[in-house]
């Protein structure tokens, strides 16, 4: 969800997690805009957007039909990918409307520690999610967020579901990861992943510190204008960036596992996860296979109940 930021202070270690954004989609512009009202007006953005944005999905760099939007403003970051899906609608709207396949496919991030899904009797639910280092971590040392999860609007043409957080580390506020889907011809599916997040001044100079030593030198996707020598806009754009990637491609890896058979599938989308990320190894690369495949398989054993020992 999120790339976490540390740095010491007086021998605790503090966390930032970049989020992505919750803009809303209105016609066919490719800003962020206002939501419609209606689930038939939104699925008719959403498709309108599928159709503005079809020479981009065809012909990329990034090696998949998608397209990245990202903005920063003095209190917010955010960003938002637009991507067709190998899958079918049906398959996409059931998925996400259940907090605990949520959970699914935010432990593959590597700063996702746990997240534990709960349903209340409205058919709301939460997501009790850690966060932590991409390293292996007790659970006592890193930092605990709930997320509501709220299907805002499902049809057999639309799906929209939101997760939201009032407030994060280091007073940031207003947590959003919201996911738009429609189908689209051939069994597949059209998705709108937005991310983002608010913060204060603390939150900004935290930010900027991790910026200028851990996160010195990372980029994101979005060519940049302002003259940075890799090419690619850098700073909180970078890292809003860096962690929206890593959620979509949570959301391939997971669907494509379901081609699997059950005893297989979790193995399956680790090394899926793994292997789409060091597609961007400029961008995304922070541990080897070996690493990343041994802490992730620990860590969902510990999410499913089985004692974890961290060295």
């Known amino acids: 969800m999120m790339k976490i930021l ?26 962020f805009a206002q939501v419609s009202s209606t689930p038939g007006s939104e699925s008719s953005a959403l498709l309108e957007k599928h159709e503005v944005l079809k020479p981009q999905l065809a012909q990329n760099s990034y090696r998949r039909p998608l397209f990245f939007e990202s903005t920063e403003s003095a209190n917010t970051v955010s960003s938002s990918v637009y991507a067709v899906l190998d899958s079918p609608f049906p398959t996409v709207s059931m998925t996400f409307k259940k907090p605990d396949r949520w959970c699914e496919v935010l432990i593959l991030h590597l700063n996702t520690k746990y997240c534990q899904a709960s349903a209340d009797a409205d058919k709301s639910g939460k997501l009790a999610v850690n966060i932590g280092k991409k390293t292996a971590q007790a659970l006592a040392d890193t930092f605990s967020l709930e997320f509501s999860h709220r299907v805002t609007v499902a049809t057999p043409n639309y799906l929209a579901v939101q997760l939201h957080a009032d407030k994060g580390p280091l007073k940031t506020t207003d947590y959003q990861l919201q996911l738009l889907a429609v189908p689209l011809p051939e069994g597949k599916t059209f998705i709108n992943l937005r991310y983002s997040y608010g913060y204060g001044l603390a939150g900004r100079l935290a930010m900027q510190t991790y910026l200028s030593t851990l996160g010195r030198g990372k980029v994101g996707f979005t060519k940049s ?3 940075e020598t890799s090419g690619y806009v850098g700073g909180m754009r970078g890292a809003v960036e860096r962690n929206t990637m890593r959620y ?15 005893a297989e599938q979790v193995n399956s989308r680790l090394q899926y996860w793994f292997d789409a990320t060091e597609e961007y190894a400029l961008q995304l690369h922070e541990l080897d296979q070996p690493s990343y495949l ?18």
């Open 6 to 31: 540390y740095f010491g202070l007086k021998k605790k270690t503090l966390l930032i997690f970049s989020v992505t954004a919750i803009c809303a989609l209105t016609g066919a512009g490719s800003g």
């Open 225 to 227: 204008s302002s003259g």
């Open 248 to 262: 979509y491609l949570a959301i391939e890896a997971y669907l494509a596992s379901l081609k699997q058979p059950p």
């Open 294 to 311: 041994s802490m992730k398989k620990a860590e969902y054993q510990r999410q499913q109940g089985v004692p974890v020992t961290v060295q």
